[in-house]
């Protein structure tokens, strides 16, 4: 069985990190779960996605990566216009 998100509220955290343009305010968690809340009512419906992320262990830090929906070439291709979108937000906001 699998869940629906589509009802699943807004965190605390995702409320202060959108008011706030501050992505160190919510948990990947709360980050996840709002984007599955935007695809399970029908908000977004991505034709492809990435998700990267930073991880310590006992080796150290690492990073990791998860592709899907396009070929590398489209993926990595959104990927850099989402960064440039990011910075241009952070520079309106700043």
């Not at 965190?11 to 305010?25: P, R, T, V």
Request: net charge negative; with cysteine.
């Amino acid at each position: 069985m699998q869940e629906n998100f589509s009802n699943a509220p807004e965190s605390i955290g995702e409320i202060k990190a959108n008011k706030h343009y501050d992505a160190s305010l919510w948990t990947v968690r709360e980050m996840l779960i709002s984007i599955l809340r935007e695809i399970d009512s029908g908000n977004i419906t991505p034709k492809c996605a990435s998700f990267f992320y930073l991880d310590e262990n006992k080796s150290g830090l690492r990073t990791h990566w998860f592709l899907s929906g396009g070929s590398v070439h489209e993926v990595v291709g959104v990927s850099e216009i989402a960064l440039h979108d990011i910075k241009s937000l952070k520079e309106d906001h700043q």
